[in-house]
């Protein structure tokens, strides 16, 4: 049983197109996040949902945009993709409790933009 | 603004010897700290985390950390290294609050050699 599942695992696509990565959490989570990874590993947050609700959204263009249909799923939209999109992007899932939770990471989603 | 230093970006040691892998933060309030490990082409994991209380905490495979408050140091050590250690260990510091805005260090590659 994967406890966070990201679909695809690799995304290779133009410029100026748009796309999904769909996360899903079956371990009963409240909040999940979007981190990017970008080419040398650093990793830095994107989003956070805490039960639906956004409540983290760092300086992220508005290219980008989240949405969660349900408390398992935290899905992000990329429009009109440019090439400095090119990351691994991670989905987690934590119960938040005041700030001490273990974030639990998906396997990532390989996006490059071509 | 909370941040994490983390010294060297790579670190080889042989197999048998001990792992040092250093941390710093910086946070204006009591921190929450945290140490992942990302084998490769994998999401992250929880090492382990420091939130309250023994200042010596003990992770998963053999490795532990000490919070230093004096020294705003959060090391990771482990005794006596294995193969399977070889990964990408990340430091991160969370901002008390609903959820955890992990902020991480530029991580440190562990290469283990015979």
């Known amino acids: 049983d994967t406890a966070v599942s990201q679909t695809p695992k690799y995304l290779v696509t133009q410029m100026g197109n748009d796309k999904s990565i769909k996360c899903e959490q079956n371990?009963?989570?409240?909040?999940m996040y979007w981190y990017k990874q970008d080419s040398k590993k650093f990793l830095k947050i994107m989003f956070s949902?805490?039960?639906?609700?956004?409540?983290i959204n760092e300086t992220v263009p508005n290219r980008f945009s989240p949405k969660s249909p349900d408390k398992a799923h935290l899905n992000l939209h990329i429009n009109s993709l440019e090439l400095g999109d090119s990351a691994v992007y991670f989905c987690?899932?934590?119960?938040?409790?005041?700030?001490?939770?273990?974030?639990?990471f998906g396997p990532g989603t390989r996006l490059t933009v071509l | 603004a909370q941040s994490v230093t983390q010294l060297g970006s790579h670190v080889s040691v042989s197999e048998g010897a001990l792992v040092l892998l250093r941390c710093n933060y910086s946070?204006?309030?009591?921190?929450?700290l945290f140490w992942y490990v990302q084998y490769p082409n994998q999401g992250l994991q929880l090492l382990l985390k420091?939130?309250?209380?023994?200042?010596l905490v003990k992770g998963i495979n053999g490795f532990e950390a000490e919070f230093k408050k004096s020294e705003t140091s959060f090391h990771l050590t482990k005794p006596s290294a294995h193969m399977s250690d070889a990964a990408e260990y990340f430091c991160?510091?969370?901002?008390?609050?609903?959820?955890?805005?992990?902020?991480f260090g530029t991580g440190t590659r562990l290469q283990v050699t015979l």
């Open positions: 946070s204006s309030v009591p921190p929450y």
């Open positions: 991160a510091v969370s901002e008390h609050g609903t959820a955890s805005k992990l902020t």
């Open positions: 371990l009963g989570h409240d909040t």
């Open positions: 987690a899932s934590s119960r938040p409790s005041g700030g001490t939770d273990t974030q639990y």
């Open positions: 420091y939130t309250t209380g023994a200042t």
């Open positions: 949902y805490n039960n639906k609700e956004l409540i």
